[in-house]
DNA sequence: AGCAGCGTAGCACGACTGTGCTAGTATGTG
DNA sequence: CACATACTAGCACAGTCGTGCTACGCTGCT
């Protein structure tokens, strides 16, 4: 065997500039010359990892929500189950720039999936996602499991936390973001409190 | 003079085969050619109408903005102010294919303000224009203008409509809606509740 | 030492892009 | 009727695109 290299991380490395390419000049941008320039790889190279641009847009789209789940995952525990919920949310809002291009970018290869049809299948995937957390979230708070009660707080929740993102989204980059928190922060105790006094539909 | 033609009505011609374009292949086919046969005229015609590809699509989406705007002014008289609100969120809402289709739009010509900026202009004012919309709901609901708590709710209320608005663009097109125009009916309703009762806060 | 083969480098091709430019055509006004 | 001109039509050019393809060098196993 000749030399070998770590082609995940070269996989990684050239989705980053994907990231990065969509980020500067927007992704009508993105081509295998563009990209494999902003990585410092010849078109080749390039090429010898991802034979198609679509493999290669792709593969960004993936990893990106693989970096989300990940970061999701990652145990942040409370002792109060509101405090758990809320600091999860604010774990998938786009608070501060990272997020923020993270959003951008999520954005940009929705936008793309008439090109790529594949990238439909990522999206859908990180919608139904971040509705599973929102159900385990109410479930969390409410005790309950399975009602339809849940899962209707659970749209309600999933609804907000999106709508927040778009807005969030539209402010500028050291906007206040305090009133984002605040209705978060207010939902998340609605839905508990809700569960203790007994009350929850509607 | 020579012969003259609606040039106003050749533009929204041109606009509209600007937005099958998006629908059929992506944001990223719109080029002055394929607009131009979409169109059935010559490229030539187009650049007599739209110098550049930038004012072409940026007309297109201002003009998408007007007729949305256009729609939401059309009188929609209710005794019941609840029903006034509903009836003008389900407006902004994607739920048949026309609207569906705006709103792909309006997400792919998002996703291209990096190309071309006066679109990010488009989007702010059209958030702001949901934003003010939000606002007058509330104030119509709870009968006070101005306090902090009519602000609150307006945030709270923007936030759930964009958020919904992503929730049914992400389903198909013929898929249940009900769950959704039932959260807008039961956070119209808690509007008017509050207010009625005298808590508001939170 | 030799060699198989991964990874690098880059040329070539046809298609498509935006835009500058010119020529022709038809039509309303004088 | 004449003529100015809005509009149509299309060529030209330089650039970028995705992708097929070949050639070379380095590396690690046999």
Redesign the interface.
Request: hydrophobic fraction near 45%.
């Given at each position: 065997m000749p030399r070998t290299m770590d082609r995940d991380a070269r996989k990684a490395q050239l989705a980053e500039a994907v990231w990065q390419v969509?980020l500067?000049?927007?992704?009508?941008?993105v081509s295998v010359r563009t990209v494999a320039e902003h990585a410092g790889v010849v078109v080749g190279s390039l090429r010898h990892v991802f034979p198609t641009r679509s493999e290669l847009v792709q593969f960004s789209a993936e990893l990106m929500m693989e970096r989300v789940t990940e970061r999701l995952l990652t145990a942040t525990p409370h002792d109060d189950s509101r405090e758990y919920a809320f600091a999860k949310i604010k774990n998938v809002l786009p608070l501060d720039p990272d997020t923020r291009a993270e959003y951008e970018v999520n954005?940009?290869l929705?936008?793309?999936?008439?090109?790529v049809p594949g990238l439909l299948q990522v999206?859908?995937d990180a919608?139904h996602q971040l509705a599973k957390l929102c159900v385990r979230l109410v479930e969390i708070l409410t005790g309950q499991a399975g009602t339809p009660a849940v899962t209707?707080r659970a749209?309600?929740l999933?609804?907000?936390?999106?709508?927040?993102a778009?807005?969030l989204f539209?402010q500028p980059v050291d906007g206040d973001t305090t009133?984002?928190l605040?209705?978060i922060w207010?939902e998340v105790?609605?839905i508990a409190a809700d569960a203790n006094s007994g009350e929850i539909s509607?």
């Open positions: 969509i500067d000049q927007g992704i009508s941008a954005l940009a929705l936008a793309e999936r008439a090109a999206r859908l919608h209707s749209h309600r999933h609804a907000l936390v999106d709508g927040l778009f807005h539209h009133w984002a605040d209705i207010s105790s609605t509607h």
